[in-house]
C-alpha cells in the first residue's frame, strides 16, 4: 500500500465504536476528578524542548530516546510526552503560584517514540491530574485514592492491584544512591549497556531496567526503606496508614522507581495482569522539587497519569449509546426530515433512513439499535398522524403527529 494511505505505525484511527470506550474512560476520569475539585486544563501539544528536557532528566529514557523533535525557525520544539512538565510551565507561566492549593485535571494525546505493540503506541492518550501546593502526605493519600475509585468507577476494581514506594527525601536519597552504587559497581561489567551509562548517571533508573540479567541483579540490591530518613519514613508511613483507613488495598514494592527524575516520596502504580508486559495503567508520584527546578517558585506537587489505550482494552464495552429512533419515510421524504428536524430539536436522537424498500429501512432501523420505528405512510400522513412501531416488542399503534414528541420524550426518561 501506498504510505499515503496508511496511518504512521504506532498511530491509530479510533473509529466511532473505540472513541465512544475512550470518551467514557476521559469523561469518567474527569467526573471522579470533580468530585475532589479538580478543574481541567489544556495545554499546547508542542512545547519548547527545554520544557521537557530539563524536567523529565537528560538522562530519562523519554528524553534520550522518546521524543518527537523538531526545529522550526530558531526553535526546537517537542510533541509532548507525557503531561506533568507542559502543567508545571503553565503554571509557572500563568503565575499561578498565587491560586494555591491548585488541583487540575488533563486529557489528550502524547508522542513517544517506542516500539509499538500491544498497548504501546507512538501517539496515545492520557488522562491525568496534577495537584500542586500541598506538602502534607495526606495530599499523597488522597491522589492515590483518587486513583483508585476513578479505576473502581469504570469497573476495573478486580482486574487492578496497586504498588507503592518511596523514594524518601533528598538525604534519603543520597544515601540509598551511595548504598545502590556500592552494591553495583563490582558488578559494572555484567550489567546491560544502558544500565552501565546510568550507574553513572542515575543509578536508582537501574531498578527500572527491563533486561533480564539487570533484573536478576537488581533483585538482590539493598532497598529504597533501608535507608530513608525518619522523616522520610515517617511520612511514608502516614501515607500507607492513610490508604488503610479508606480501605484502599496494596502492596509495598520497595523496587518501584518512576521513570522521571523529579519524584520523591511516594511513587505509586496501578497495574494489571490483563494486558501482557504492559501492566501498568496509571502511575504517579511526588514530585516536589521540579517547579522550583524549572526556575518557577518552589511548589510541591503530586500527580498520576493514565493510559487510555490500555484502560480502554480493560474495559470491553463500554455502556451503550442513546438507542434511536428510526424515522422511515414510505411517502413524502421531504415531510419526513422536516418531522426529523422538530425531533432532534427537542433532543430526541433520530436515524433517519434514505432509501430502500420498507424490510431494508427496518433492517437499518435495527442495526441502529432503534428502540422505535416512526413509519410515515401517505395514508397516515393525510390524517396527521404516523405509525409507531416498538421494535423491541413488535406493536404498533397509529399516533397524531402531535402526539409524537411527548410520547418519544416520555419513552426517553423511562
Ligand atoms: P511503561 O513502563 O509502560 O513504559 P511509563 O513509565 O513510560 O510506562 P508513564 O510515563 O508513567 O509511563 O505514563 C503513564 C501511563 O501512560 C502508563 O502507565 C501507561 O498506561 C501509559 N503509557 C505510557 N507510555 C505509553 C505508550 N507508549 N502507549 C500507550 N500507553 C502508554
Ligand atoms: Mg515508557
Redesign the pocket.
Given at each position: 500500500m501506498s504510505t499515503l494511505l496508511q496511518p504512521v505505525r504506532g498511530t491509530h484511527d479510533l473509529l466511532p465504536e473505540d472513541t465512544r470506550r475512550h470518551r467514557h474512560v476521559e469523561d469518567t476520569a474527569f467526573a471522579v476528578a470533580r468530585r475532589y475539585g479538580y478543574g481541567e486544563v489544556v495545554t499546547p501539544i508542542f512545547e519548547f524542548t527545554e520544557v521537557f528536557a530539563r524536567t523529565l532528566g537528560e538522562t530519562s529514557?523519554?528524553v534520550t530516546k522518546e521524543m518527537y523533535t523538531f526545529t522550526m525557525g530558531e526553535d526546537s520544539l517537542t510533541l509532548r510526552?507525557?503531561g506533568t512538565a507542559g502543567v508545571a510551565r503553565a503554571f509557572i507561566s500563568n503565575g499561578l503560584s498565587q491560586s494555591l492549593p491548585l488541583k487540575l485535571f488533563y486529557r489528550g494525546p502524547?508522542f513517544?517514540h517506542?516500539r509499538p505493540q500491544k498497548?504501546?503506541?507512538?501517539q496515545?492518550h492520557?488522562v491525568?491530574i496534577e495537584f500542586l501546593g500541598v506538602e502534607s502526605p495526606l495530599a499523597d493519600v488522597e491522589v492515590v485514592s483518587m486513583g483508585w475509585r476513578m479505576l473502581e468507577a469504570l469497573g476495573l476494581k478486580g482486574k487492578i492491584q496497586l504498588e507503592i514506594n518511596t523514594l524518601g527525601d533528598l538525604d534519603s536519597r543520597t544515601a540509598y544512591r551511595n548504598a545502590l552504587v556500592a552494591y553495583l559497581e563490582p558488578m559494572r561489567l555484567t550489567l546491560s549497556e544502558e544500565s552501565r551509562a546510568r550507574l553513572d548517571k542515575n543509578p536508582l533508573r537501574i531498578l527500572?531496567s527491563k533486561d533480564e540479567e539487570d533484573r536478576r541483579i537488581v533483585a538482590q540490591a539493598p532497598v529504597m526503606t533501608d535507608c530513608l530518613t525518619p522523616a522520610a519514613r515517617e511520612f511514608f508511613d502516614q501515607v500507607t496508614a492513610g490508604l488503610t483507613a479508606l480501605g484502599i488495598p496494596f502492596t509495598v514494592n520497595p523496587k518501584l522507581v518512576?521513570?522521571?527524575d523529579y519524584y520523591c516520596h511516594t511513587a505509586f502504580?496501578f497495574t494489571t495482569d490483563a494486558l501482557g508486559a504492559?501492566g501498568?495503567?496509571?502511575?504517579?508520584g511526588r514530585y516536589d522539587g521540579l517547579i522550583g527546578q524549572m526556575g518557577g517558585p518552589a511548589t510541591p506537587g503530586i500527580g498520576?497519569?493514565?493510559?487510555v489505550?490500555?484502560?480502554s482494552m480493560l474495559l470491553g464495552e463500554a455502556p451503550p449509546p442513546e438507542r434511536p429512533v428510526a424515522l422511515v419515510p414510505m411517502g413524502d421524504a421531504m415531510a419526513a426530515l422536516a418531522l426529523a428536524d422538530r425531533l432532534r430539536a427537542a433532543g430526541i436522537s433520530v436515524d433517519m433512513g434514505f432509501s430502500g424498500n420498507m424490510k431494508k429501512r427496518m433492517a437499518r432501523a435495527a442495526k441502529a439499535g432503534a428502540r422505535f420505528a416512526i413509519i410515515l405512510g401517505e395514508d397516515e400522513a393525510a390524517r396527521g398522524a404516523v405509525t409507531l412501531r416498538d421494535l423491541d416488542s413488535g406493536e404498533q399503534a397509529e399516533v397524531a403527529e402531535e402526539r409524537l414528541l411527548g410520547l418519544l420524550t416520555a419513552q426517553k426518561s423511562e
Open positions: 529514557d523519554v510526552p507525557e502524547m513517544r517506542e498497548g504501546r503506541q507512538r496515545f492520557q491525568g527500572d518512576r521513570g522521571l502504580e504492559q501498568t495503567v496509571l502511575a504517579g498520576w497519569a493514565a493510559g489505550e490500555r484502560l
